[in-house]
């Protein structure tokens, strides 16, 4: 069986899925992610132990060799889990990268634990970065090159290489910022990604974003408007000045709104964007403390009950039910995204 074929075999679970399917899903991942390596003739290694410690894996790249963690677990994982294997990392030849792989994504400060480090010598992937490389019709070897550069030149270690685009229509997931070789720029992948969107939002996480596109499809539809607007998730609340200023690149002409939580610190949070920012156009909209409080749920709470699909569902319900305007009147945040999706 193809490892493409494998990867989709494993990607839902049963409702009733006993703890040995996930421990076997983490097994098979590890065999998928060799098999996509050695399609792309990366030479990978399959794990092994050196002393003290264990390495998922390596593989070879332009000339370097770089450490592999792979993890599929049913929660997001910690900034600890990244620190240990960037403990591993330290300890290698001076320029070794390591490329840590989360299918279940990380918790909200692991990103930015990471990218406050010392140094930068860990790359992180996601799960729409290894649906990208194995059934999205682009390879490993170009989203990691893509993160390279981000990473070089911004300091950004968690790039998505997922986009939303949102219209009155609904929302569609662009796959964009490949690498080119031929340029090494980076690129759109998606033939029907425009690079002149209307509207740019850039926010911290998954979840932000879901609620964001939701929030901004209801907006566009009640005034009738045709703007397109296009999402980025930042992965993490200290990298989105990074992120904002490399969107920038390729996507031109459109204002943008960064939308980011204040932490219980509102002056702290627009500091750290103002010093951050180099953009001509752009505005915030900073919730208190998160962003959740639009809807108000606790966060820790609703993303541990509801994931994936089921998280989507739920928050269509609540954002179906909310009334914009008494929102708008309650909520400056929200009233700084509200008239900025209508008038922008």
Not at 41 to 57: C, F, N, V
Not at 136 to 145: D, M, N, T, Y
Request: proline share 3%.
């Amino acid at each position: 069986m193809d490892f493409r074929e494998k990867y989709n075999e494993w990607l839902e679970p049963a409702d009733d899925a006993p703890p040995t399917w996930y421990r076997k899903r983490g097994y098979a991942f590890e065999e998928i992610l060799k098999s996509c390596l050695e399609h792309e003739q990366l030479d990978p290694r399959a794990s092994y132990k050196t002393e003290g410690e264990q390495i998922d894996g390596s593989f070879f790249l332009d000339g370097s060799v770089f450490l592999l963690e792979a993890k599929w677990h049913k929660d997001e994982l910690p900034a600890s889990a990244i620190y240990q294997f960037k403990g591993k990392v330290d300890g290698k030849l001076a320029g070794t990268i390591g490329v840590f792989i989360s299918m279940s994504g990380y918790s909200k400060d692991a990103v930015d634990a990471l990218t406050l480090g010392k140094s930068l010598n860990v790359i992180l992937f996601g799960k729409e970065d290894i649906d990208a490389a194995i059934i999205g019709g682009s390879s490993f070897r170009s989203v990691l090159k893509s993160k390279l550069r981000i990473a070089a030149e911004e300091g950004v270690v968690y790039h998505s290489t997922e986009m939303e685009q949102v219209s009155k229509d609904g929302q569609t997931i662009i796959e964009a910022f490949t690498y080119d070789n031929m340029s090494s720029m980076l690129v759109k992948q998606d033939s029907n990604f425009e690079e002149t969107s209307d509207l740019v939002i850039v926010c911290e996480g998954t979840t932000d974003r879901e609620l964001l596109s939701l929030l901004a499809t209801k907006i566009l539809n009640k005034f009738g408007l045709t703007k397109k607007i296009n999402i980025i998730v930042a992965m993490g609340k200290m990298t989105i000045p990074r992120v904002a200023n490399a969107a920038s690149n390729i996507i031109t002409n459109a204002p943008v709104l960064i939308v980011t939580d204040s932490d219980n610190d509102i002056g702290k949070t627009r500091d750290m964007l103002n010093r951050g920012v180099e953009l001509d156009s752009w505005r915030c909209s900073i919730p208190d403390p998160e962003i959740e409080s639009w809807l108000g749920l606790d966060p820790k709470e609703f993303r541990r009950r509801h994931r994936g699909a089921e998280m989507r569902e739920k928050l269509t319900k609540l954002v179906n039910d909310l009334d914009l305007e008494e929102l708008s009147e309650r909520d400056e945040s929200f009233k700084t995204f509200y008239d900025w999706i209508k008038n922008a």
